[in-house]
């Protein structure tokens, strides 16, 4: 991600998300088109939503949703993908995340646009590719090619600070009752689900009247 101006306007958010939520990958396209109007000072707080999944991953069918819920829910994330030039395959996988949420975290030690490469190649690479991020050997090759140090790589898997920063994003969620992902946190709006720049946009407009 490019260093934003100086002229434009600091904006604190957060952001709940998961890497295996399709809409998050929607909602983290829609917040960052934000930053050609404010220097977008995003917390991500990754936040595994289905801790219970094992690495080897299970069918999505299996989530809980019925058929027709199901249909419902995949052709609003098609017609959301498409809005955003995203092309997903079909979603019929899931995996576990938390491996790929402490890799996104180590990667902030690195900086601001390695982590942006990063988090944005770990939504590609399991939405688009159909890649297990849950495999070690792929989180390792996504934060190679996004640019970590070797120390992280070699790290972050039982890196202590950053179990416990998961940790504390989850305290975080509970405080604000937040329970599910996408939810922005925006000055003193809480917004949940894949929302529109439109929406966004108003929000960051408040909570930057407001601060000032």
Known sequence: MDTPSPSLTPLKLTVFYDYICPFCYIGSRRILALGDEYDLQINWAGMEIHPETSEEGRTADSLGYSSTQWTQMMQSLNSLAQEEGIVMRQHNFTTNSGTALKLAEAAKIDGREVFYRLHESLFEAFFCGGRNIADTHVLVELGNNAGMSKEQIKRF????????????????????????????????????????????????????????
């Open 157 to 212: 898997a039982d890196h202590t600070a950053i179990t416990k920063r998961l940790q504390w994003n989850l305290q975080l969620a509970s405080q604000r009752g937040v329970t599910s992902v996408p939810t922005y946190l925006i000055g003193n709006r809480l917004l949940t689900g894949a929302q529109s720049v439109k929406t966004l946009r108003s929000a960051a407009d408040e909570a930057s009247a407001t601060a000032v």
